[in-house]
């Protein structure tokens, strides 16, 4: 029994080590409970979706691979409030970034850490060291005003933004001065309350949007469906990104069977 007792201590604490990163990162048993959004989910799995703002992107095996000097943008806005989840892995060289509207994720300087930079308040947390071809595990949550990084379900990093009502998405391979070669995948979209502090018993907004506009439609109820799937996601029916373009939100729907 005694050594039973042993056996199982031990266990505990390889569990609870392997919540860690490499520097020890504080283990959060509360994260916040979200509602993924189906529609967005599918869509930023989805090559397709994206737009190469520059360098080199493919395709494979489920995941997107950026290399060199690179950047891909998101086609479609993300809600102000939102839990982003996703495993990043460098291949090459360093330098990956992920850029939100007034904050990014990443790679800075000359170590192999990931942290949040660029936000309104000064970034606390020790943030990530990795190492090339590891997984990274990464959960973004955005919510009022506070921005946390999880890292293999450890807290990194966190500050704070101005608040948003919604926010553009991209991801970089590397840059400049580190031609690197990253690895993106399994994104996972989830959406917040507008309001409520991480951790509270809130209700989270239904990830299924209240209108499903099957085609053919006419022009008005087309803007009707649009304009109603933007009220849902809090989000404006369009924005312009930083580079001057314009992108409108499309809403999930369907094609009856047999229309061609």
Request: net charge neutral; proline share 5%; aromatic share 6%.
């Amino acid at each position: 029994m005694a050594f039973l007792g042993v056996l199982a201590a031990v266990l505990a604490v390889i569990a609870i080590a392997k919540l860690r990163d490499r520097r020890g990162g504080e283990v959060i048993p509360g994260l916040p409970k979200v509602t993924i959004d189906e529609g967005l989910t599918r869509a930023l799995n989805d090559f397709s979706q994206w737009h190469i703002e520059r360098g080199a992107w493919r395709s494979e095996n489920g995941a997107i691979i950026g290399s060199g000097n690179s950047e891909l943008s998101f086609t479609h806005p993300l809600p102000g409030n939102f839990v982003l989840e996703l495993t990043m892995t460098v291949l090459e060289g360093m330098r990956p970034r992920i850029r939100f509207t007034g904050f990014l994720v990443g790679n800075e300087g000359y170590d192999k850490v990931v942290s949040i930079h660029g936000a309104e308040g000064k970034a606390t947390g020790r943030g990530f060291d990795y190492q090339s071809r590891q997984e990274m595990k990464l959960r973004v949550v955005a919510e009022g005003k506070d921005v946390k990084l999880f890292i293999n379900s450890s807290l990194v990093s966190e500050s704070s933004r101005e608040k948003y009502e919604f926010s553009t998405l991209s991801i970089e391979g590397g840059d400049w001065w580190s031609q690197g070669t990253t690895s993106f995948a399994g994104f996972s979209l989830g959406l917040l309350p507008a309001s409520g502090g991480l951790g509270h018993e809130t209700a989270a907004a239904p990830g299924k949007h209240p209108l499903s506009p099957v085609a053919p439609l006419d022009g008005k109820k087309a803007k009707e469906q649009q304009e109603a799937c933007a009220k849902h996601l809090s989000v404006p029916v369009e924005i312009t990104n930083s580079i001057g373009m314009k992108l409108v939100l499309i809403p999930p729907g369907g094609v009856p069977d047999g229309l061609d």
